[in-house]
């Protein structure tokens, strides 16, 4: 039976303001009502683009989704909304404050750059405060000089990591503060499997209990994590449209350019004859598409939506029985999942870029984004037809949402491409700074780092006691240094800095957000400041939108729960309250018979389940 009310978990900054927000709601007893949970971000989807009109006939399967469960149309991913924080919210129950990790490459003050030794700890040589990077780089195929391989199974390049005070280097898993939902069933002995997009970074999901010098990633053993996968999103790929690809709507066969040879499990013998978009790779493997292709058919969403397909096949691996590859079998996880990647790409696209991606002023998706809608709702009917095909439907819980949205929703959009030197706060230099940060720069205040640079800054200072000064002169908003002309509006960027600037954030309304306190806090920043609806940082000529703020339009996304083991009176449900993201990890453990309890960062951050009656 539905539990009432209990009231405020956090406070979420949406729209452009800071406002009460994410409400905490309880269900049931703690019986097991599914045995399997799969759960699948579509990296950007908002709750708004399932009533966007022209991509209803796109939408097939996910309003099937719907009609068997319940659509929470008020559901909150994690400020700042990049993918690291935004999935670790529904993997520990926990938001960036509690969890440690506001980014993909944030900052430490208690920790030491890659490389410093133990011998320079002792000796008092070495400084604390370092960037922490865990991005695609810290995999050790990446800096193979072809730029990282597709399948990347050779672990750690440890000296891309930070070095803890024990002169050992810092692991994703360990650089968590909690643990997560993968460790809790695991230690029940349950079988768990995820496939997400970089390999060594995204290790960081097994927890902070398991030990990562034992992680396989060749053999996909990853502490708590039994079948793990991540497919590099960033390798040079490309398709041969001459292959088959792995699913009935794929293109052709991808191709892992840095290798010359293809990643499938289905064709050991696809050779480097292919066709890209050109925007990536190898420029001298490129080839001219063959006889009865077109190169517009060999767009970015194309490849993305390739990339994607190689990850539902193994999810459907995973339901048929089978280990991810296809070639051990295995039972099929009780939480398991994966992540979309395509409809982030045809969000970001300009108009201009192939047939153009995002939404338009009057709310049309453009052709690229149906593109990837469509792609990635055809992957998702593939996924619960075959549920349904091996009986599982019922006894499976899917949850769908998505990491983060998008600034903006749609147009208009302004980039502010402006880069400053971190030192000087003058314009280029090592281009470290976003204008922002080089605004405190440029009148004397030191900063240590400046993170996010997306559609919010996260700024370090290098003395703490410059927070009231800083605020004051962002307050000002005097960006007057920054005065060349946005080629792409005709405004000046100092006028576009300053109207793009949010509320500032510092001391108690950054406690208030529950990112921690900043004075207690080696991660947490002294000042944030978002940036509004429809301003991003970067060049928007090569992209319209970006994700990683505090807006509506970066927080808001899609979440619906739904299975065919719901009751009548769940199956179409709409529930229109504040939830959050976080509250997915304990309502996955408590469906599995589990106790939510486990989860550190649930304890910590009190979160509670989302409103499921049960089935």
Do not use: C
Not at 8 to 13: C, D, M
Not at 175 to 199: C, E, M, Q
Not at 311 to 323: A, S, Y
Not at 438 to 466: C, H, M, W, Y
């Amino acid at each position: 039976m539905k539990k009432t009310l209990l009231g405020v978990l956090t406070t979420a900054i949406v729209s452009n303001t800071l406002i009460p927000g994410v409400q905490a709601i309880g269900f049931g007893n703690t019986t097991a009502r599914f045995s399997h949970v799969l759960i699948i971000s579509i990296d950007g989807l908002h709750n708004s683009d399932l009533s966007v009109a022209n991509l209803q006939s796109s939408l097939k399967n996910i309003k099937r989704l719907q009609r068997e469960g319940v659509t929470y149309t008020n559901a909150f991913t994690s400020a700042p909304s990049d993918s690291y924080p935004g999935e670790l919210n529904y993997i520990t129950g926990a938001n960036p404050g509690t969890t440690g990790v506001f980014y993909d490459v944030s900052y430490s003050r208690a920790l030491y750059a890659p490389g410093t030794t133990a011998a320079q700890i002792a000796a008092g040589t070495a400084k604390r405060g370092t960037v922490v990077t865990f991005d695609e780089t810290v995999d050790a195929s990446w800096n193979n000089g072809k730029g990282g391989t597709l399948d990347g199974g050779q672990g750690f390049d440890k000296t891309q990591l930070p070095v803890g005070s024990n002169g050992n280097p810092v692991y994703p898993n360990q650089y968590l503060k909690v643990n997560t939902i993968f460790d809790i069933a695991s230690a029940a002995g349950l079988r768990t499997a995820w496939s997400d997009k970089h390999p060594a970074a995204y290790t960081i999901l097994a927890g902070n209990t398991q030990d990562p010098t034992k992680f396989n990633l060749a053999t996909g053993q990853v502490g708590s994590i039994s079948d793990y996968s991540s497919l590099e999103i960033n390798a040079a790929v490309a398709i041969d449209p001459t292959k088959p690809g792995l699913l009935p709507n794929t293109l052709g066969a991808l191709v892992d350019q840095s290798t010359g040879t293809p990643y499938s499990n289905t064709n050991s013998k696809i050779t480097s004859t292919f066709f890209n978009d050109a925007t990536k790779g190898n420029p001298a493997l490129f080839k001219a598409p063959p006889a009865g292709f077109s190169a517009s058919q060999f767009t970015s969403v194309a490849t993305t939506s390739t990339y994607d397909d190689i990850k539902v096949k193994q999810i459907l691996n995973e339901i048929d029985g089978l280990n991810d590859s296809g070639t051990i079998k295995a039972d099929t996880p009780a939480i398991f999942g994966l992540n979309f990647q395509a409809v982030s790409v045809g969000e970001k696209e300009t108009a201009s870029q192939f047939y153009g991606g995002g939404i338009d002023k009057d709310g049309n998706a453009r052709p690229d984004l149906i593109s990837a809608v469509a792609h990635t709702d055809a992957s998702i009917g593939l996924i619960l037809d075959e549920l349904k095909k091996k009986g599982l439907d019922s006894s499976t819980l899917v949850i769908l949402t998505a990491k983060h949205g998008q600034n903006p929703v749609q147009d208009p959009t302004v980039g502010l491409s402006s880069t400053f030197d971190s030192v000087t706060g003058k314009a280029g230099g090592d281009g470290n700074l976003t204008a922002v940060a080089a605004l405190l720069v440029k009148n004397g205040i030191q900063v240590a780092s400046e993170r996010g640079q997306d559609t919010s800054s996260l700024i370090f200072l290098k003395n703490p006691s410059d927070v009231r000064k800083a605020v004051a002169l962002l307050n000002s908003k005097n960006y007057s240094f920054d005065n060349t002309i946005d080629p792409n509006t005709g405004v000046a960027f100092s006028t576009e800095d300053a109207a793009a600037q949010g509320q500032v954030l510092y001391g108690q309304s950054i406690i208030n957000a529950g990112l921690g306190d900043p004075k207690t806090s080696d991660r947490t920043p002294d000042i944030i400041v978002p940036l509004k609806t429809g301003y991003f940082f970067g060049n928007a000529t090569k992209k319209r939108a970006e994700h990683g703020g505090f807006t509506d339009a970066d927080t808001h996304v899609a979440l619906i729960v739904g299975s065919s083991g719901f009751s009548r009176n769940l199956q179409g449900k709409t529930i229109s309250q504040n939830v959050s993201t976080t509250q997915i990890a304990p309502t996955t453990l408590q469906v599995l018979g589990l106790n939510p309890q486990r989860l550190q960062g649930v304890q910590i951050d009190k979160t509670q389940t989302l409103p499921l009656n049960g089935r």
